[in-house]
């Protein structure tokens, strides 16, 4: 089966930092993406991260490890309009569609 | 270039009722899913498309719903009959072949009364 595991609320304030934590248990790994989601919207891409290592993209970055089945989202600079849930998804293997977690709430405040 | 385009946006509808919902992917996306996604939960995935083939349907409740994809571009995901518990947010998402990225739709919100 296929588990998992992030935090379902984090509130932080405007212009700081929050870290979103996923740690997984799957039958297989290829990578660790996370998606955005604002509500009524689409859920939308954010990052890839299929090797350890960190990932940076504008004010977002992405961490994985394999070995120790965790990854987390890194919102820097944070603004109003970054208040979504924020979704980690593991592709099993690379012909296998995404497994999504349960979402982490973010409420940015001023 | 369009992204995943979904229609209805939303639907209410009486339990036992009929209900579809239509997608058009990504142009040259052979990949296309659907999705249900549930109040304050992710994604779950009903059914994945190899252009116009089904190769992923376990998580599809096959007594009430069905889907096609046919010429393996649009598609269609339909209930009948409805219930209660269908209510729900219906994502079709698309993706090209090796990209690690899905494109998702604006969704189809499901009530059933």
Same mark, same amino acid.
């Given at each position: 089966?296929?588990?998992?595991?992030?935090?379902?609320?984090?509130?932080?304030?405007?212009?700081?930092?929050?870290?979103?934590?996923?740690?997984?248990? %799957?039958?297989?790994?290829?990578?660790?993406? !996370?998606?955005?989601?604002?509500?009524?919207?689409?859920?939308?891409?954010?990052?890839?991260?299929? /090797?350890?290592? /960190?990932?940076?993209?504008?004010?977002?970055?992405?961490?994985?490890?394999?070995?120790?089945?965790?990854?987390?989202?890194? /919102?820097?600079?944070?603004?109003?309009?970054?208040?979504?849930?924020?979704?980690?998804?593991?592709?099993?293997?690379?012909?296998?569609?995404?497994?999504?977690?349960?979402?982490?709430?973010?409420?940015?405040?001023? | 270039?369009?992204?995943?385009?979904?229609?209805?946006? *939303?639907?209410?509808?009486?339990?036992?009722?009929?209900?579809?919902? !239509?997608?058009?992917?990504?142009?040259?996306?052979? %990949?296309?899913? !659907?999705?249900?996604?549930?109040?304050?939960?992710?994604?779950?995935?009903?059914?994945?498309?190899?252009?116009?083939?089904?190769?992923?349907?376990?998580?599809?409740?096959?007594?009430?719903?069905?889907?096609?994809?046919?010429?393996?571009?649009?598609? %269609? /995901?339909?209930?009948?009959?409805?219930?209660?518990?269908?209510?729900?947010? *219906?994502?079709?998402?698309?993706?090209?072949?090796?990209?690690?990225?899905?494109?998702?739709?604006?969704?189809?919100?499901?009530?059933?009364?």
């Amino acid at each position: 089966g296929q588990s998992l595991e992030q935090p379902s609320e984090v509130t932080a304030v405007e212009g700081a930092i929050v870290q979103i934590n996923c740690t997984y248990q %799957t039958s297989g790994f290829y990578g660790l993406s !996370w998606y955005q989601q604002h509500d009524g919207g689409a859920p939308t891409f954010l990052s890839y991260n299929g /090797l350890d290592g /960190l990932e940076e993209t504008g004010r977002f970055s992405s961490f994985l490890s394999r070995s120790d089945s965790y990854g987390y989202l890194l /919102l820097q600079e944070l603004q109003m309009k970054d208040s979504a849930s924020y979704f980690c998804a593991v592709r099993p293997t690379g012909n296998t569609p995404l497994v999504f977690g349960k979402g982490t709430r973010l409420s940015v405040i001023a | 270039e369009a992204g995943v385009v979904q229609s209805p946006r *939303y639907k209410i509808i009486e339990k036992k009722q009929p209900v579809a919902f !239509w997608c058009n992917p990504i142009s040259g996306h052979n %990949t296309l899913y !659907w999705y249900r996604q549930n109040l304050g939960q992710g994604p779950e995935l009903l059914i994945r498309y190899e252009n116009e083939e089904a190769v992923d349907d376990s998580q599809l409740p096959k007594d009430r719903f069905s889907a096609e994809r046919l010429k393996g571009v649009d598609s %269609t /995901l339909k209930i009948q009959p409805a219930e209660l518990g269908d209510s729900a947010v *219906y994502l079709c998402a698309s993706s090209s072949p090796g990209e690690t990225e899905a494109f998702f739709g604006q969704g189809t919100r499901l009530t059933v009364v």
